[in-house]
């Protein structure tokens, strides 16, 4: 049997008492690769309501760890940026060894992993979530952002398109890439419905406007009920409800369904019983909510942003421009018309053999032996 490696995450985005949900998915990357190695996950973020630092360490099955280190934030950015500095040198005495550090989103939260790299000689790879990239990044994170690169055993973005966002931004480096994690126990295959019900319509998500141009679906929504169509929309996540509550108070709408913040579970139960998923973004990279309800065997309509259409086949669901209401509209009345998608089955086996725990384990392994082989 191959000895494991050691393998420390260290990640600007986890979730936290702070923020429960943000970056979930890194979360998700540390426990699929801690099914073959040992896995510690340091993370530091600052607390308006402490006054002096807090660790907070949790330990789990499957050869896993999570240390969290909570400072008191400054109204200061310059303060809170050695102060985090600080807390993950001190979370770091912690960890008992490391062969190499897996570093997720570049942020300054990173410098302790450049200053790792440059003092103490230990390797690491980044992977990359954010969609910063798209845009213009400051000439300081720029910079920042190249120097990691360039230090960087391996540079690993979560889809191709995000690769080439980050080669424009002058960010050089050794690319591959790793999509994010699916659970295919948790998003299991939906089975047929006895009594089918209404047309059920399904959008899950942290309910940001300028991400997930929440207004564009309601409208579309609204269109659609005016064209006559029997159905339903359940929109809800972790996000800001009022607007949505707003809309349906201002229009008198039955058709919309609100709900709050779910665990992954619920998120899967609600994907089951949706006859189709709405993904109306302006900026994606890779999202789980796709794979995941193709997990279930729901179908999803989304937009030809990011790197959504490199794992979308054909016969999955429908792609349309982004920003085009009009375009929402004319999808969801095909999706209605009983479009012909693949079965439940074979779109949870598209999933499993790409995006399961045990492929994207298996896929990070042979990084991290390529790495260590180096040496």
Request: hydrophobic share 40%; charged share 20%; proline share 4%.
């Amino acid at each position: 049997m191959i000895k494991p490696f050691n393998i420390l995450f260290v990640s600007s985005w986890f979730p936290s008492r702070i923020h429960r949900f943000n970056g979930d998915f890194v979360q998700r990357h540390a426990k699929a690769v801690s099914k073959m190695h040992n896995v510690t996950v340091l993370h530091a973020i600052g607390d308006s309501n402490i006054h002096k630092r807090e660790i907070d360490i949790q330990t789990y099955p499957d050869h896993y760890k999570e240390i969290i280190v909570y400072f008191p934030k400054s109204k200061f950015k310059i303060l809170n940026f050695f102060r985090k500095y600080t807390a993950y040198a001190v979370g770091a005495k912690e960890v008992e060894t490391y062969d190499f550090i897996h570093a997720h989103v570049i942020h300054y939260d990173l410098f302790w992993v450049l200053m790792r790299r440059i003092f103490n000689q230990k390797k690491y790879i980044i992977t990359e979530h954010s969609t910063a990239y798209y845009g213009n990044l400051s000439p300081i994170k720029k910079k920042f952002a190249q120097w990691l690169g360039k230090h960087a055993s391996k540079i690993v973005p979560v889809s191709q398109k995000l690769v080439e966002a980050m080669k424009k931004q002058g960010i050089q480096g050794d690319y591959t890439v790793v999509p994010n994690v699916v659970n295919t126990e948790i998003f299991s295959p939906k089975k047929e419905k006895k009594h089918p019900g209404k047309f059920k319509f399904l959008h899950v998500s942290g309910l940001k406007e300028h991400h997930k141009n929440i207004s564009g679906q309601l409208q579309a929504v609204k269109q659609l009920a005016e064209k006559g169509y029997d159905f339903e929309f359940h929109i809800g996540g972790n996000g800001d409800l009022a607007p949505i509550k707003q809309f349906i108070k201002e229009n008198h709408t039955n058709y919309i369904h609100y709900f709050g913040a779910l665990d992954h579970h619920q998120v899967a139960a609600k994907m089951r019983e949706a006859d189709a998923f709405i993904l109306f973004s302006n900026k994606e990279n890779q999202p789980c909510v796709i794979t995941e309800s193709f997990a279930t065997g729901t179908p999803v309509i989304a937009t030809d942003v990011g790197g959504i259409n490199e794992f979308f086949p054909s016969n999955f669901g429908l792609i349309i421009a982004p920003k085009d209401i009009d375009s929402l509209v004319l999808a969801m009345e095909e999706v209605l018309q009983k479009s012909n998608f693949a079965d439940p089955a074979q779109m949870h086996q598209y999933v499993h053999n790409q995006f399961s725990t045990e492929a994207i384990a298996k896929s990070f392994d042979e990084i991290y032996h390529s790495i260590i082989n180096t040496q």
